[in-house]
Nanobody, 123 residues
Framework: QVQLVESGGGLVQAGGSLRLSCAAS????????MGWFRQAPGKEREFVAG????????YYAGTVKGRFTVSRDNAKDTGYLQMNSLKPEDTAVYSC????????????????WGQGTQVTVSS
């Protein structure tokens, strides 16, 4: 059983940056793929980015490509989401998820989820 805990959210002005962390425990995080999702009030959960177990392959939603970077440090059992050039429309609760191998955009492909961290971007 993998437990995931996100951190690093907060309030930032448009154009600013934040780095989210996803700390894993209780399982073999280093052998699992990982994804980041977000959900804004009144909207459906949205895929943000995914990364394979080794970090050699990544996948991004079109809305964040070129601004966000997903990475991981398996030695620390931690994944990251570096968010640059933030926009007000990036405001949402961001959650990380882990899967055996899948790191695509379908949320149902993930087995474990964190509780989420709030990111608010002011204009």
């Amino acid at each position: 059983q993998v437990q995931l805990v996100e951190s690093g959210g907060g309030l930032v002005q448009a154009g600013g940056s934040l780095r989210l962390s996803c700390a894993a425990s209780g399982g073999t995080f280093s052998s699992r793929a990982m994804g980041w999702f977000r959900q804004a009030p009144g909207k459906e959960r949205e895929f943000v980015a995914g990364i394979n177990w080794s970090g050699s392959s990544t996948y991004y939603a079109g809305t964040v490509k070129g601004r966000f970077t997903v990475s991981r440090d398996n030695a620390k059992d931690t994944g990251y989401l570096q968010m640059n050039s933030l926009k007000p429309e990036d405001t949402a609760v961001y959650s990380c998820a882990a899967a055996r191998a899948y790191y695509g955009s379908n949320w149902s492909g993930y087995d474990y989820w964190g509780q989420g961290t709030q990111v608010t971007v002011s204009s």
